[in-house]
Nanobody
Framework: EVQLVESGGGLVQAGGSLRLSCAAS????????IGWFRQAPGKDREGVSC????????YYADFVKGRFIVSTNNAKNAVYLQMNSLKPEDTAIYYC??????????????????WGQGTQVAVSS
């Protein structure tokens, strides 16, 4: 059974940092692309970043470039999202998701097959 479990969310002041974790199980991590998405109240889910489990290729949405860093620990089947210089507009529920990397690499949400339950990030001004 494929499982994705996010952790690391919380409340932080603007300018602060958080590190989100996504623990994956039930699939061969090296063969998958892991994406990070977020959804703020009243808004559509949007893609934040993704990383290839095989070659560590990464992609970042423009609104997080230079602030967020995605990385993996393949030995632990874990993906991390280091979020720096956080802004109030980063407030959202953050989700990790997985898709077989032979099918897709990117941050279009409907392309992903497996999703975690999400972790709340709140940034105060």
């Amino acid at each position: 059974e494929v499982q994705l479990v996010e952790s690391g969310g919380g409340l932080v002041q603007a300018g602060g940092s958080l590190r989100l974790s996504c623990a994956a199980s039930g699939f061969t991590f090296d063969d998958y692309t892991i994406g990070w998405f977020r959804q703020a109240p009243g808004k559509d889910r949007e893609g934040v970043s993704c990383i290839s489990g095989s070659d560590r290729s990464t992609y970042y949405a423009d609104f997080v470039k230079g602030r967020f860093i995605v990385s993996t620990n393949n030995a632990k089947n874990a993906v991390y999202l280091q979020m720096n210089s956080l802004k109030p507009e980063d407030t959202a529920i953050y989700y990790c998701a997985a898709i077989d990397s032979s099918y897709y690499f990117g941050t279009t949400a409907y392309r992903y097959d497996y999703w975690g339950q999400g972790t709340q990030v709140a940034v105060s001004s």
